[in-house]
């Protein structure tokens, strides 16, 4: 009964009466599924013409389909219709509004339109935008789902449409709507990213409100689709929000030294995947925390008024410009930061060392407490290490003793005179499978030497060396027991006691020391000797920048990594007597690989096994287009083209294992030389970045183009995908300048009905000899860069690694592409030489 009350048809009436154009105002109708009666549509006209003057971000307008609408017709449509009705003749009785209530049956047979039927609701005006905004996505979402339902995309519809639409009619409500300020979505870029602060803002007001979980699940569910359709590659992960624990000052902009004032200070709050999402990440040879992102930060002001310090959006708002400076310089390792110690500070506290300081102004210890205290101090400054690790300290007369063991302990070595000092890299045990493992470990290769962790041994500075030698020597001849001997006896006095050292050391020399401070100055030398935190974690056991993410890809040897201690304690030396930083320069053989003792990443390989799997894929591309007929040999020579341009492309730029690199042509700048990456292409955790191609390997994209010409030639009884060919050849020669997205991607597998196919880590190993790890690629190209002495700055860059505040092409960064280009250009020109990659021409040339 009351379906048949709305299927009344006025819409011609309507049309007729109001003198507006009748086939835009149907499509508008249709998009938000009206009732043909148009129940309440003069409440719908206000609702709507201001949501449709809400400017979502483009991206997300075009995963909505709203850039396919006529908006601004249909704005224009709603003004002329606006001032006409307040005359309203009783044939259109229904249209007027009710603010009381909805008919029965217009929310189980209209719920998008029913959302819309709202009159004079009394909205908080500080809460207006952001529900115009979240009714516009959440009703478009709806819609969106709905349209893909029936083109048969969706065979069941999720119940977060019926949730969501009904979270946004209770928007309406005060009694149902959040007491707490709603999620602010007016600058997301995505569903994903809509999706991720939808579950942010749930899980900081879930004891407050139940309200937001129905919308989510509306957007998930579109997401989860657009995500399915797109030819891009996503890793469709779950992420979980997570306090990182760092507190970061913020300090005044004028950059005074505020260490002794009250400063307010914040929290990162991290989006991290989910333990299903790592295990994911690490099976395709990549790390978790490549997928970790800054999602908002938790605000401590001492300094503000009493009565606002709880309101947590007004400190935001007061302190956003200076959060902003300060995550950008708290990732940056200056050796002129305000925190980081002076060379006249690490001057003073050697000098007091030296002499007799701590006797005179810590009566209370003895001499054995005096030599420890010493001790500690010196080998913070020198290894970098936190005191949990320092403490740990053992003693063994020699390195027999040592290896005697069998255990990799942090010791002192007396006969030696040096320490002994474990090393882990957080790369995982990466098999290479078992035909790889073995053809890899025999000759030429020797692929077997590579180790996650291992034991440098290596001579601290002189004054340094005496202090722990003697105090080591006169703790061994008082031990009852020569079997791990501990090198400190009262470890749990030690923080107490250097905090009242520094202290005393601050008020007579007027420096800033921090038992903090002190492990900052080795961490500075190895980032000036190297620019390399995998490397600063690596020695000094320091979470730093980008460094796990680095140090999981990279394979170091471990003959640099003493040279760089050696390098670093050196550096160190000189900064304090000149105050001055002079990078040192290694040799190629003391960062060499091959035939090294290393350790890392084992997915690192070495490079004459990659020039083998270099020849060959090139073999193949050669023979193929000689060993079939017909489609066969149309299908075999294009496939082992594309599988050669992928791996070529993989080992020179650190591409990501993706669904279709190089995904549209124009991705290259034919002038330049440089290509635009998105390899990790959910906008959530997107990290675009531009790098430089090889000259040589530009020249095999313009053969590869005219091979494309050739097969599309050969292909007149396949117009559909010779048309799409055709189309690719345009885009790249210029001659296509529209924006929209081509039906296939640029480098793309044929099946054998000549169809195209994605050029997925998956499909790609079907070309390989045997089974290799997807991403090896980036795991070799870090490993080299390092090796062959590549800026460590650039390196990071060109990997796609950085953390919150070092983003390349955030406003306040200095980084410009052609500059790394420039300094890049000579390493990555190198490495193809190496491996071998020539030219091949495909169809062109047979």
Same mark, same amino acid.
């Given at each position: 009964m009351t379906e048949c009350k709305f299927s009344i048809d006025k819409l011609d009436f309507f049309t007729e009466w109001f003198s507006i154009d009748k086939s835009s105002f149907t499509q508008l109708c249709i998009w938000i599924q009206a009732p043909r009666n148009l129940q309440q549509f003069i409440a719908v006209t206000e609702n709507l013409d201001a949501l449709l003057s809400v400017n979502l971000r483009q991206e997300l307008a075009i995963e909505l389909g709203l850039d396919k609408l006529p908006i601004e017709a249909w704005r224009a449509l709603l003004q002329q219709l606006k001032p006409k009705l307040s005359n309203v003749p009783p044939e259109l009785i229904d249209i007027k509004p009710n603010k009381q209530t909805r008919p029965a049956g217009m929310i189980g047979n209209y719920p998008i339109y029913a959302t819309l039927t709202a009159a004079e609701v009394d909205y908080p005006t500080e809460e207006i935008e952001k529900i115009k905004v979240i009714h516009l996505i959440g009703m478009s979402a709806a819609i969106a789902y709905q349209q893909m339902h029936a083109a048969g995309v969706i065979k069941e519809l999720s119940s977060g449409v019926e949730a969501g639409l009904r979270e946004i009619r209770d928007l309406e409500k005060i009694a149902k709507r959040p007491t707490v300020p709603l999620p602010d979505l007016r600058d997301v870029i995505s569903l994903t990213e809509v999706q991720a602060e939808l579950e942010e803002w749930i899980e900081w007001h879930s004891i407050t409100t139940r309200w937001g979980a129905g919308l989510r699940l509306l957007i998930e569910s579109v997401a989860e689709q657009r995500s399915r359709a797109s030819r891009h590659y996503r890793m469709r992960i779950s992420t979980q929000i997570q306090r990182s624990g760092q507190q970061i000052s913020v300090q005044e902009l004028d950059g005074t030294d505020a260490t002794n004032k009250q400063q307010p200070s914040f929290e990162p709050t991290m989006r991290v995947p989910d333990t299903r999402s790592k295990k994911l990440l690490q099976q395709q040879g990549l790390h978790p925390a490549e997928m970790t992102t800054l999602t908002s930060v938790i605000v401590t002001d001492p300094t503000a008024p009493r009565s606002v310090q709880s309101d947590e959006q007004l400190i935001r708002h007061r302190n956003r410009r200076r959060v902003q400076a300060s995550i950008v310089q708290s990732a940056q390792s200056l050796p002129n930061r305000v925190e980081m110690p002076s060379p006249y500070e690490v001057q003073a506290l050697l000098h007091c060392l030296a002499n007799d300081f701590i006797k005179n102004k810590m009566e209370d210890l003895n001499t054995p407490q005096y030599d420890e205290l010493k001790v500690i101090i010196l080998l913070r400054l020198y290894t970098g290490r936190k005191l949990d690790s320092l403490r740990k300290l053992l003693i063994f007369q020699s390195k027999a003793d040592y290896d005697a063991a069998q255990r990799t302990f942090f010791a002192v070595l007396i006969e030696e005179s040096c320490l002994a000092l474990p090393v882990k890299s957080t790369a995982n045990l990466h098999s290479l499978g078992a035909v790889g493992s073995i053809l890899l470990a025999d000759e030429p290769f020797y692929h077997n030497d590579i180790q996650l962790q291992d034991v440098l041994e290596f001579r601290l500075p002189p004054v340094a060396t005496q202090a722990v030698i003697g105090l080591a020597k006169r703790k061994l001849q008082c031990a009852t027991s020569r079997k791990r001997v501990p090198l400190f006896e009262c470890a749990d006095e030690h923080e107490?006691?250097?905090?009242?050292?520094?202290?005393?050391?601050?008020?007579?020399?007027?420096?800033?020391?921090?038992?903090?401070?002190?492990?900052?100055?080795?961490?500075?030398?190895?980032?000036?000797?190297?620019?390399?935190?995998?490397?600063?974690?690596?020695?000094? @056991?320091?979470?730093?920048?980008?460094?796990?993410?680095?140090?999981? /890809?990279?394979?170091?040897?471990?003959? #640099? =990594? !003493? &040279?760089?201690?050696?390098?670093?304690?050196?550096?160190?030396?000189?900064?304090?007597?000149?105050?001055?930083?002079?990078?040192?320069?290694?040799?190629?053989?003391?960062?060499?690989?091959?035939?090294?003792?290393?350790?890392?990443?084992?997915?690192?390989?070495?490079?004459?096994?990659?020039?083998?799997?270099?020849?060959?894929?090139?073999?193949?591309?050669?023979?193929?287009?000689?060993?079939?007929?017909?489609? @066969?040999?149309?299908?075999?020579?294009?496939?082992?083209?594309?599988? /050669?341009?992928?791996?070529?492309?993989? #080992? =020179? !730029? &650190?591409?990501r294992a993706v669904l279709d690199p190089i995904s549209d042509p124009r991705h290259i700048d034919l002038e330049t030389g440089l290509m635009v990456i998105s390899d990790k292409d959910n906008s959530l955790f997107q990290h675009s970045r531009i790098i430089p191609l090889t000259a040589r390997f530009v020249e095999q994209v313009d053969r590869y183009v005219e091979h494309l010409i050739q097969l599309a030639m050969s292909l007149p009884h396949k117009q559909s995908i010779q048309q799409e060919i055709y189309q690719l050849c345009h885009r790249y020669q210029g001659a296509d300048t529209s924006t929209h997205e081509l039906s296939i991607p640029f480098l793309f597998f044929l099946t054998d009905t000549l169809q195209a196919r994605a050029v997925s880590p998956k499909n790609l190993q079907e070309h390989f000899p045997f089974e290799i790890r997807a991403n090896a690629n980036r795991h070799y190209l870090r490993s080299m860069l390092v090796e062959l002495g590549a800026p460590g700055e650039m390196v990071a860059y060109f990997m796609g690694h950085w953390e919150h505040g070092e983003e390349p092409h955030q406003k306040l960064s200095s980084i410009s592409p052609i500059d790394i280009a420039i300094q890049l250009a000579p390493y990555l020109n190198t490495i193809e030489k190496q491996i071998g990659w020539t030219i091949q021409g495909g169809l062109v040339h047979v």
């Open positions: 107490q006691w250097i905090r009242e050292l520094l202290k005393k050391l601050n008020q007579t020399y007027a420096t800033r020391w921090t038992e903090h401070r002190l492990s900052l100055v080795m961490r500075m030398a190895i980032e000036q000797c190297t620019q390399d935190p995998a490397l600063v974690q690596l020695i000094t @056991e320091q979470e730093y920048s980008h460094s796990i993410v680095a140090n999981y /890809y990279q394979r170091t040897s471990i003959t #640099f =990594i !003493s &040279g760089v201690i050696k390098a670093a304690h050196k550096l160190i030396q000189q900064w304090v007597r000149t105050g001055s930083i002079i990078p040192p320069a290694f040799s190629e053989n003391t960062r060499a690989l091959q035939n090294k003792k290393s350790i890392g990443s084992s997915l690192a390989l070495p490079t004459n096994f990659v020039a083998q799997l270099c020849e060959h894929l090139k073999h193949h591309a050669r023979l193929n287009s000689r060993l079939f007929t017909g489609d @066969e040999r149309l299908r075999h020579a294009h496939n082992s083209l594309v599988a /050669y341009i992928t791996v070529w492309l993989g #080992f =020179i !730029s &650190g591409y």
